[in-house]
């Protein structure tokens, strides 16, 4: 938008067409709410655009456009007001002028849905109605709509929450949420690519409409590779993550290789919506979905991103999982559109995960760091240093895991269970599952030099063959001791085989290590000396 505004201050005409089409639906929503009329409103806005364009070099600021034209546009409305006697029609007939008229091809149920929730909406307090109008009627993004009137965007939020919460007095949740995707969503072909079975299964309840690909992957795990397709790097992975959690390569590979057939399938599809949340385990699966996409020609389909981090009356959010399918359907409609900056970012961390030097994606993310938190990849900067974190220490070889859990077996965590839920607690960036977790466990617990010992467990590193291994004792040896005061190297010791995105690092003496005071990747040629 910035550049149409810069190309209308220089005369450009197309630009300035450019520019009202895309705010016409938001000076509309203001004139009515304010007029009550639809003539008047139209009569507003477009007297609106003539004095805009009369005074848009008088504009210092582009960025600032969307306060200056709303003013221009109540200036208006004001002078109508003391011209004419409103004239109040329903606001259904405002779908006639400002083009969301169900088409002649759409079913009478859902003409009938939206003349129901246009009257449902009107009905709402002006603070609630008119985001609600603006963001689900219109389609324009939150940042949109903070700029033009004036609002933090999380305030802007809440209204919104707030908004879709007085509505589901009158909607079961399915049907407010079909109700609200048709305005939304236009009746579009939609594709949501979400992030577990959990979540999945809850949208298929019609909390939005389309069909719902759940993505199986964890690119925590394993060794990563910049095209994880190609046959042989897919069958070392596959490999890997058979042998350290269990998951069979053939399964694995016949996974992936469907859920890919349904991805290349995107072109059939208006839009694809991204479902994901602030955890490694999300953002490492985002920035591969970002990179792949980087590489596609989307043509018509628009890609969208609804990724969070809290949600309101969660104390702790681990992740999308956690919500019911009411809390679920509060996000409809909420997500924020991916741009060409989204997708150069996404597969720019992608690579850089990839890499087999962490000093590139440490380097990264320093360079980006301004430019991850303004976009909507906020969550990544926090997420992927949590990963580089995961190397062994320079202090005691111990990575930001294996560190956290022998720290919480010191402080009383005597069961794999409770060791499970303090870790996964303390470091929820990562977004650990069991699966995963058990690996960390079971490595220190193995080989002649455990810093764990778990009662009952000698004879099998398969804790799915122990029983009630949840509750199972956990003591921390002398060694382990030890290694957490900093009088032993973890690596040294026990040796390591282990793969932190594309860095694969084995034996007892490593070359990347994690410098907690740097809070950098550093290479060191052994335990005392780093450059």
Same mark, same amino acid.
Request: charged share 25%.
């Given at each position: 938008m910035l550049q149409w505004i810069e190309e209308a201050q220089k005369g450009d005409a197309e630009a300035f067409r450019q520019l009202t089409e895309h705010v016409r639906g938001m000076a509309y929503v203001v004139s009515y709410d304010m007029l009550g009329d639809v003539q008047l409103a139209e009569d507003a806005v477009q007297e609106a655009f003539i004095d805009a364009y009369m005074n848009l070099g008088s504009l210092q600021e582009p960025a600032a456009f969307p306060?200056?034209?709303?003013?221009?546009? #109540?200036?208006?409305?004001?002078?109508?007001?003391?011209?004419? /006697?409103?004239?109040?029609?329903?606001?259904?007939?405002?779908? @006639?002028?400002?083009? %969301?008229?169900?088409?002649?091809?759409? &079913?009478?149920?859902? /003409?009938?849905?939206?003349? #129901?929730? @246009? %009257? %449902?909406?009107?009905?709402?307090?002006?603070?609630?109605?008119?985001?609600?109008?603006?963001?689900?009627?219109?389609?324009?993004?939150?940042?949109? &709509? %903070? #700029?033009?009137?004036? &609002?933090?965007?999380?305030?802007?939020?809440?209204?919104?929450?707030?908004?879709?919460?007085?509505?589901?007095?009158?909607?079961?949740?399915?049907?407010?949420?079909?109700?609200?995707?048709?305005? @939304?969503?236009?009746?579009?072909?939609?594709? @949501? &690519? #979400?992030?577990?079975d959990s979540v999945g299964d809850k949208l298929k309840q019609g909390i939005v409409q389309g069909d719902v690909l759940v993505w199986r992957e964890i690119y925590t795990a394993g060794p990563i590779f910049i095209d994880p397709a190609a046959p042989k790097e897919r069958q070392l992975r596959a490999e890997v993550l058979q042998a350290t959690l269990g998951i069979p390569a053939t399964e694995f590979i016949a996974g992936c290789e469907e859920q890919e057939r349904i991805l290349s399938g995107f072109h059939r599809y208006d839009e694809v919506v991204l479902w994901f949340e602030h955890d490694l385990f999300d953002q490492s699966m985002l920035a591969y979905l970002l990179h792949w996409f980087s590489m596609q020609k989307p043509d018509s389909t628009k890609l969208s991103l609804l990724c969070i981090g809290e949600f309101p009356g969660i104390e702790l959010f681990h992740g999308l999982g956690q919500l019911t399918a009411a809390q679920l359907q509060t996000l409809s409609g909420t997500w924020q559109n991916i741009g060409t900056e989204e997708l150069e970012l996404g597969s720019r961390l992608w690579q850089a995960y990839a890499s087999p030097d962490p000093r590139q994606l440490a380097a990264l993310l320093e360079e980006s760091k301004p430019q991850l938190a303004g976009s909507a990849l906020s969550f990544a900067y926090d997420a992927f240093k949590a990963h580089l974190s995961r190397l062994p220490s320079v202090d005691n070889g111990l990575g930001i895991v294996e560190q956290t859990t022998l720290k919480a077996a010191a402080g009383g965590a005597d069961t794999p269970l409770k060791l499970f839920r303090q870790v996964t607690d303390s470091l929820h960036r990562l977004g650990m599952g069991d699966v995963e977790y058990w690996k960390y466990l079971r490595t220190l617990t193995a080989g002649e030099h455990p810093l764990l010992t778990i009662e009952g467990t000698a004879e099998t590193t398969d804790y799915r063959q122990v029983p009630e291994f949840l509750n199972r004792t956990v003591i921390l040896t002398e060694l382990g001791e030890q290694v957490l005061a900093g009088t032993a190297d973890r690596v040294t010791l026990q040796g390591i085989d282990e793969w932190y995105g594309g860095l694969h690092q084995q034996g007892h003496d490593v070359p990347w290590r994690w410098d907690n005071a740097a809070e950098l990747p550093v290479r060191v040629h052994n335990v005392t000396q780093s450059e």
């Open positions: 306060g200056w034209f709303r003013t221009i546009v #109540v200036r208006q409305c004001h002078r109508l007001l003391r011209r004419r /006697r409103q004239t109040l029609l329903p606001l259904e007939a405002a779908e @006639h002028v400002a083009g %969301s008229t169900p088409g002649v091809e759409e &079913i009478a149920e859902h /003409r009938e849905r939206a003349r #129901v929730l @246009h %009257s %449902s909406v009107a009905k709402l307090s002006a603070k609630l109605r008119v985001p609600v109008q603006l963001f689900y009627f219109y389609g324009y993004s939150l940042q949109e &709509i %903070s #700029v033009y009137m004036g &609002i933090p965007a999380g305030t802007l939020k809440k209204r919104l929450y707030d908004g879709r919460r007085k509505l589901q007095g009158a909607y079961p949740v399915a049907d407010l949420a079909a109700a609200m995707n048709l305005l @939304h969503e236009g009746g579009q072909r939609m594709l @949501h &690519i #979400v992030n577990g």
